[in-house]
Structures are given as C-alpha cells and as structure tokens.
C-alpha cells in the first residue's frame, strides 16, 4: 500500500503500480493500462465477488480502483482530481468516471455492475466535442 505521507495522485497511482506487479508476480499475470488490462480486472473482480468475503473490501477497492483510474487516464485522458469529497478521473467541468466507485458496485453486486462495461462505454458516453 501507498505511504500515507505522499500526494494522493502519487498514492492511487502506486496502488495502481501494486496492482501490476502482484499480478505479475503471484498471479503469473502480465497486465497492462488497456483494455486487455481491465478485462483481467473484471475477471478477478468477479472472482472475489464470487468468493462473498467482504473483510478486503476497502482495501480492494483503494487498490484495484487505483488501477481502474489509471487505465482509463492512460486509454481516454482525463485527470485525476477530487470532486465533492470523492477521487475521480475528470475530463472536463462536468464530466467524471468514478472508478473506485464502480469497483465497489462491482464487488457487492457482480457482473452486472461489470468494470469492463463501464470501462468500454466511456469513450461512448464522455466523446469529446
């Protein structure tokens, strides 16, 4: 996890940074910032939904949202930036994805909430002008 000394940018995107290397390391999976990325996510998103043990949740949601955000910043642009108390990616004044929200919804209610779907409808919804 993130020192809690360091920017918040800083700290999602060292969680986002953990997310790739234990992948690698205990999963034996090379993920990358792209969708091929977030479908692995989705997958072990689903998985620990599956799995019904809530006592990680925070804490997956802090690390694989950090992940999530990246992926869309680095796919789509946008910024992270905190908006009304929440850390979001903001690609202008009134357009944000939340991703660790949408991680959330996805642990609690499965594929429905999926963050693949989310993560492949943004460039629909948030086209730029």
């Not at 999602?12 to 290397?21: C, K, P, T, W």
């Not at 599956?50 to 992926?71: H, I, K, W, Y």
Request: hydrophobic share 45%; with cysteine; proline share 3%.
């Amino acid at each position: 996890m993130a020192d809690d000394d360091m920017p918040m940018v800083d700290r999602i995107r060292a969680n986002a940074e953990l997310v790739v290397s234990v992948a690698a390391r205990q999963l034996g999976e090379a993920v990358g910032y792209d969708e091929a990325g977030v479908r692995w996510l989705d997958g072990y998103i689903q998985r620990q939904h599956e799995q019904g043990d809530p006592a990680n949740r925070d804490g997956l949601v802090s690390t694989l949202g950090s992940f999530l955000g990246e992926c869309i910043v680095r796919s789509f642009g946008g910024a992270w930036a905190e908006v009304d108390g929440s850390w979001c990616v903001r690609f202008d004044d009134r357009n944000a994805a939340y991703p660790f929200a949408k991680v959330g919804k996805h642990l609690e209610h499965g594929a429905e909430d999926s963050v693949l779907s989310f993560f492949t409808v943004i460039p629909v919804v948030f086209r730029r002008v």
